[in-house]
């Protein structure tokens, strides 16, 4: 008997959902927003601060309506200090208007 090859293993890829779109991603694809004991709210660009977590895509109008609505408040259950909130929109001006994949999906032909 001759052992037939176990096809290769899919390597899991954690999912998680825009708190503000509510699209859901991989884990790397989001920003995570994170609000620690200490620091208090900030972004968490290795994803791996403790603290409790809220993700957002890497577009614009995600932050906007996540930054003028209560979703980050609530995702993160706390009051977003007026300091959090410009170092916030400060990273949010710095990102793209729409999200790579829907720029290629506007595109003709």
């Not at 614009?60 to 706390?78: D, E, F, I, M, V």
Request: net charge positive; hydrophobic share 40%.
């Amino acid at each position: 008997m001759a052992h037939e090859k176990q096809p290769a293993r899919r390597r899991h890829i954690p999912q998680r959902s825009c708190i503000a779109c509510r699209r859901t991603d991989s884990k790397r694809a989001l920003i995570r927003v994170v609000r620690t004991p200490h620091q208090g709210v900030q972004i968490d660009a290795t994803g791996k601060l403790a603290g409790r977590g809220a993700y957002l895509c890497q577009a614009r109008p995600c932050w906007q309506k996540a930054l003028k609505s209560s979703a980050l408040n609530r995702a993160l259950k706390t009051a977003v200090t007026v300091d959090e909130l410009a170092a916030l929109r400060a990273f949010a001006d710095s990102l793209p208007e729409a999200l790579e994949s829907e720029d290629s999906d506007a595109l003709p032909g």
